[in-house]
């Protein structure tokens, strides 16, 4: 079974000081990779796809990175403002295009 | 703002009622998801349509039924509601029917509370 493990749950971060959120998987076979925004009460905001292993790709402070287990979500410096629910998905190959999604990560950045 | 509208924003009912969620998809999009996120499960793939037709099927209750319309917006029926459906409930869409290249796009949510 196609499992998207995320840690840690939570996250308390000082402002400016920078940490690694991290999206381990397990499927048949990876098609993409996907990193998601959330903020309470609100829809999954897209920042990123991966979609090969050593791929890498940067917004702002955020910088994602993809191995074949695992992809990182990279922050520095984080800002208040970059406080919210970030979630992983990969979409798996066979013919479902369905999103698996892991059950999220909670970053707090206290000013 | 994704482009992805639903509505209602929120909805109360009560047990055994059935409720209708809609969802406009981006202009352009023709595959459009459903997606139901309750606090211990996580975001959890429903169905999802391309251009009028089912594609593929996730954990979907049979009390629940969706389509897609010629106009590509898309309509979730969800019936004899249980206290356990109340989850807040997203439709995302993209822009073409196979991926990788594809990036899911969703809308803001429907609240469903069933009392």
């Known amino acids: 079974e196609d499992q998207v493990t995320q840690s840690p749950e939570a996250l308390r971060l000082q402002e400016g000081e920078s940490s690694s959120l991290n999206c381990s998987y397990t499927v048949s076979g990876l098609r993409g990779l996907f990193w998601y925004r959330q903020d309470p009460g609100k829809g999954p905001e897209f920042l990123f796809t991966?979609?090969?292993a050593g791929e890498e790709k940067e917004k702002e402070r955020l910088k994602a990175t993809l191995t074949k287990k695992e992809s990182f979500l990279h922050i520095t410096a984080p800002k208040p403002e970059d406080s919210a629910t970030y979630l992983c998905a990969v979409l798996t190959q066979g013919g479902s295009e369905k999103l698996v999604f892991g059950k999220g990560m909670k970053l707090t950045v206290n000013p | 703002d994704s482009g992805v509208t639903q509505t209602p924003k929120h909805l109360i009912t009560a047990t055994g009622q059935r409720v209708t969620l809609r969802c406009s998809p981006r202009?352009?999009?023709?595959?459009v998801y459903w997606y139901q996120q309750s606090l211990d499960q996580g975001l959890q793939f429903l169905i999802q349509y391309y251009n009028g037709e089912e594609r593929a099927k996730g954990n979907i209750l049979e009390r629940f039924s969706a389509q897609q319309f010629p106009d590509l917006h898309s309509e979730l029926n969800l019936s004899s509601l249980e206290l356990g459906d109340s989850a807040l409930y997203f439709c995302?869409?993209?822009?073409?029917?196979?991926?990788?290249?594809?990036?899911?796009?969703f809308g803001p949510g429907t609240r469903l509370t069933v009392l």
């Open positions: 202009s352009g999009d023709l595959s």
């Open positions: 995302a869409s993209s822009s073409s029917r196979t991926a990788p290249t594809d990036t899911q796009y």
């Open positions: 991966l979609y090969s």
